[in-house]
């Protein structure tokens, strides 16, 4: 069993409406001197097959399910073997 | 100025219905070997202040602002000064 981390991000260039609304209210709450804030999503799936399978199963549910290539991007780390 | 990341997930035994129901809907799909889901939610935020106070700010937004202490629990890892 191989237990996989799927981080799911918006690419450079696009405002993440959720990150942009939580900066300006921090710093409505007194925390402004937070210069940059960015949010991922994280997906932890545990396979039950080797890494290899389970790596190409991973990206396939990341590009054909989890993100929408126009806006996402994803980076993929193997939390290694269970 | 330092970057801090903030794990927000759901404390043991809370189940996550957005998990659960990510890992029933991949099983339709065929990703039936996929055993346990999670999913959590990352702030990365810089800090204008130095690497202590910084984490001091960071957990007490954390603890006022991103969590709700009955369902969810998070961790902080300091990403280093930029």
Redesign the interface.
Known sequence: ?V?IRI?VSYLEGVEDPEAST?QHN?GV?G?D?????????????????DEHTALG?AKA?AEN?LINPVINKYDIIILGEE
Request: charged content about 30%; hydrophobic content about 50%; proline content about 0%.
């Open positions: 069993m237990k981080e939580l921090l709450l925390y001197s937070i210069d940059k804030t960015r949010i991922l999503k994280i997906y932890e799936l545990s396979f039950a097959e199963m549910i399910l």
